[in-house]
């Protein structure tokens, strides 16, 4: 298995196609794992490429939480013209009427209620939350990814079973058709071999038309733009088959591994964490706010020559200050009743999810069995249904049988082929969905 770590999926891939290039891309032309398909996905999916920008975009709003902690260094200055008569003056002075000031001051809170530490956490629960949201939109896409390339397996195997049934219901017309050239069989024997064959066509139809269609959506999600020329087949060579190999999961380990894995989980208990931060944050706003201050001044004389504003009074200055609101018109009662009410919500979408994730897995995994007991079943029906052609047209040859039984063992094979490519098809895909209901896709790729 192929690991995909965390780091990889924060990593843009490099196989991003070059804008200028109006030609296909090389991996269009080039046979395709399902790993490859993921790692496309990964560099080019629309929806990741969305998830990527907003998980830096959150890296913002982190470094914006966590600014109310830090210290803030302001510079100001000013200049100011006055009317003579405006200023009051000491008898035998003229101050001066044109005035500037400039400082540099550096202000730190030291307490303010609990909000400080406040937000340093909720910074670093932002960011984990960031993280989670990015990885379920991954594995979602990762899930997506797979089960179109099971689809388009399905489909092309389908064209293959609808083909053989054809070639053969039509090698059963010429047959019948030269029976009744030679006067051995009525022509009520070539009518029903021409029916027979005309309904198992409109079945190729649908495969091939599902074949273009699960192409197209599986490129979509590979981040290809179809060029408009392309009209029926896209050039997708798939490598891989259906994964089919053997896989033990017991309930209770799935639901206590979705419930330790899942990021929609991760990301909801992270939203409990900013909802209790955010009734402290509230709070606050009961307590009193101390801050601490340091900067240096400069600022012209006023005793001086009034027309003279290069003589400058400067110096360091320090302090503290403290503020403390004793009413607020209700206020704070009203952003802490809100606070404590999200709180609360926060904690029942989270025992909800639980339970819904847990209902997934339990869906899933019923799913998974049943496609795993439909497997086994169609181990030989194939071979059953084939000896059973074989044995119809030996009888028919030799006059013990019918037409009928050629034609209702030529039908049971076709079902027996189209139910066993179904059943590979759908133990691959409900193997996926398991997984992604357990949370396993982001540690394992498909070799």
């Excluded at 689809?151 to 609808?162: G, R, Y």
């Excluded at 190999?245 to 409990?272: F, G, K, N, S, Y």
């Amino acid at each position: 298995m192929k690991k995909l770590t965390l780091f990889s999926l924060l990593t843009i891939f490099a196989f991003a196609v070059s804008a200028e290039d109006t030609n296909a891309p090389a991996w269009l032309s080039r046979p395709l794992s399902q790993a490859d398909c993921i790692n496309i996905a990964l560099a080019q999916n629309a929806d990741i490429l969305k998830a990527k920008s907003e998980l830096e975009a959150s890296a913002g709003v982190v470094v914006q939480t966590r600014a109310v902690a830090l210290p803030t260094l302001q510079v100001g200055s000013q200049v100011k013209h006055s009317e003579p008569q405006a200023i009051e003056s000491f008898p035998n002075t003229t101050p001066p009427n044109n005035n500037w000031n400039s400082d540099i001051q550096l202000v730190q809170g030291i307490y303010e209620g609990g909000k400080l530490i406040a937000a340093i956490e909720a910074a670093s629960a932002t960011k984990k939350q960031a993280i989670a949201q990015y990885q379920t939109q991954v594995a979602d896409t990762l899930l997506a990814v797979r089960l179109a390339y099971y689809d388009v397996l399905l489909a092309a195997q389908q064209i293959t079973v609808n083909e053989a049934s054809v070639k053969l219901l039509q090698k059963e017309l010429d047959d019948q058709q030269r029976r009744f050239n030679a006067g051995t069989v009525p022509h009520f024997n070539v009518l029903r071999a021409e029916v027979a064959l005309a309904n198992a066509k409109p079945n190729l139809f649908h495969a091939i038309s599902q074949y273009r269609i699960a192409k197209n959506t599986l490129a979509n999600l590979l981040g290809y733009n179809l060029p408009r020329e392309v009209l029926e087949d896209i050039p997708l060579n798939l490598t891989d088959t259906f994964d089919i190999t053997p896989w033990t999961m017991i309930l209770p380990d799935a639901i206590q591994q979705a419930l330790e894995r899942r990021t929609e989980l991760q990301d909801l208990r992270q939203q409990v964490v900013l909802q209790k931060l955010n009734v402290v944050e509230a709070k606050s706003g009961y307590k009193p706010t101390v801050q601490a201050f340091a900067g240096y001044t400069w600022n012209n004389s006023q005793f001086t020559d009034p027309n003279d504003l290069t003589y400058t009074i400067h110096g360091w200055n320090i302090g503290g200050q403290a503020t403390w609101a004793l009413f607020d018109g209700g206020l704070t009662i009203g952003k802490v009743q809100q606070a404590k009410a999200l709180y609360k919500k926060s904690q029942t979408e989270l025992e909800d999810r639980s339970r819904q994730i847990e209902l997934d897995v339990r869906t899933s995994y019923s799913d998974f069995l049943e496609a795993q007991e439909v497997l086994d079943s169609q181990t030989k029906v194939q071979e059953q249904a084939e000896e059973a052609l074989r044995e119809a047209n030996a009888r028919f040859d030799a006059g013990t049988g019918t037409q009928l039984d050629v034609l209702d063992a030529e039908t049971s094979l076709t079902q027996a082929r189209t139910t066993q490519v179904q059943a590979l098809h759908d133990y691959a895909a409900a193997r996926a969905r398991l997984e992604r209901s357990i949370g396993a896709e982001l540690a394992s790729a498909k070799p």
